[in-house]
């Protein structure tokens, strides 16, 4: 549930709907609008049934939620959340890229990828050091040892972390490198782990599940702002169809659709949504020009030696090609990059 305070409610009004709300044991979400102020209520909406919110002080309408997610609905937020990482900030004007491998391999790798990246004005690198393999034979990752070349990284070219946690226990080692940690695409309706970031705070990038719809995907975003982390970036990262020519189907439609369902950021990750490198850059157009705020993309100094996902890893000269397209797409949208 909902109540729009008028636009001209008290700060004395707000505070005594929200002393009431918190007496009856409701959680009590408040946001404020440049116009009025919204006061999202998570509770046993019974409770209320003698308490005629709509006649308090302030109060301009009480409005019924009937999706089953309500922190993560634009309902409760109806401003859009801007989430800032260390200076810089997601889902605001300005389109974020980040990039880098699929998994850290080596020092060289890294280090050589992320001078590439900063030239190309990229603010963030990924590199997976657990990763979430299909098979128990392929490429592990280099776990902790990975980390720590990425933090490297960050000291070197001062590019901020984005990888991948896939337990609770790697999530805490994700926790002392990463400035983003990432909840990959099969981990998504891993609960307990969604909790568990929900009590971290951190940052995170929350990947749409390999056959999840919108809506439970929007719950997953829920299940972390539930414990209280509200520092959520949606990626749509391809979904499974029929369709065996690509790896994924990439769903660019749910990219206006979840901007207007919910108020966080939605980026998109056009190398997992594709499988297939060539397929990146008109993917990353249209991704952008559907409103996305921002990408995450696979780039390997050498994608035919990548220990996983070559196939779908951009090398330099086409990185450099894709971001010269979002730059003039920025443009035309009136966004920064
Ligand atoms: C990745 O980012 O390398 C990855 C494994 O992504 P996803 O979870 O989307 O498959
Ligand atoms: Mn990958």
Redesign the pocket.
């Known amino acids: 549930m909902v109540i729009v305070m008028k636009p001209k409610a008290t700060k004395e009004e707000i505070a005594g709907v929200e002393k009431l709300l918190k007496n009856l044991d409701f959680g009590v979400h408040i946001s404020e609008g440049s116009e009025r102020t919204i006061i999202g209520v998570i509770g046993d909406k019974r409770k209320l049934a003698e308490t005629p919110l709509e006649l308090m002080p302030g109060v301009d309408r009480v409005v019924h939620i009937l999706e089953p997610y309500k922190l993560a609905g634009r309902a409760f937020h109806p401003e859009s959340t801007t989430i800032k990482v260390n200076g810089q900030v997601i889902g605001g004007n300005k389109i974020v890229v980040m990039a880098g491998p699929?998994a850290v391999e080596s020092e060289e790798q890294v280090i050589s990828t992320a001078r590439f990246l900063k030239e190309q004005g990229v603010t963030f690198l990924?590199g997976?050091a657990y990763?979430?393999r299909t098979s128990p034979y392929s490429f592990q990752g280099l776990e902790e040892e990975g980390l720590k070349i990425l933090a490297q990284a960050r000291k070197e070219t001062g590019l901020l972390i984005v990888s991948?946690a896939v337990s609770t226990r790697s999530l805490e080692q994700v926790a002392k490198y990463a400035d983003i940690v990432?909840i990959?695409?099969?981990n998504m309706q891993n609960f307990h782990l969604l909790q568990e970031v929900g009590r971290s705070r951190l940052p995170v990038i929350l990947?749409r599940g390999l056959s999840a719809t919108i809506e439970e995907w929007l719950n997953a975003a829920e299940y972390i702002m539930n414990e209280g982390n509200y520092n959520i970036i949606l990626c749509e990262?391809g979904i499974r169809t029929f369709e065996t020519y690509t790896r994924n189907t990439m769903d660019i439609s749910s990219i206006p659709a979840v901007k207007e369902l919910s108020h966080l950021p939605v980026i998109a990750?056009p190398s997992?949504g594709t499988g297939r490198w060539k397929l990146v850059i008109p993917m990353s157009r249209a991704a952008i020009a559907a409103g996305a705020d921002g990408l995450i993309v696979?780039v390997h100094p050498n994608p035919k030696e990548a220990l996983s996902?070559g196939p779908q890893s951009l090398n330099y000269d086409s990185f450099t090609a894709l971001m010269e397209d979002i730059r003039k797409i920025a443009v035309i949208l009136g966004r920064e990059i």
Do not use: N, S, V, Y
């Open positions: 699929c990924r997976g990763k979430p991948e990432q990959g695409a099969r990947k990262r990750d997992h696979e996902d």
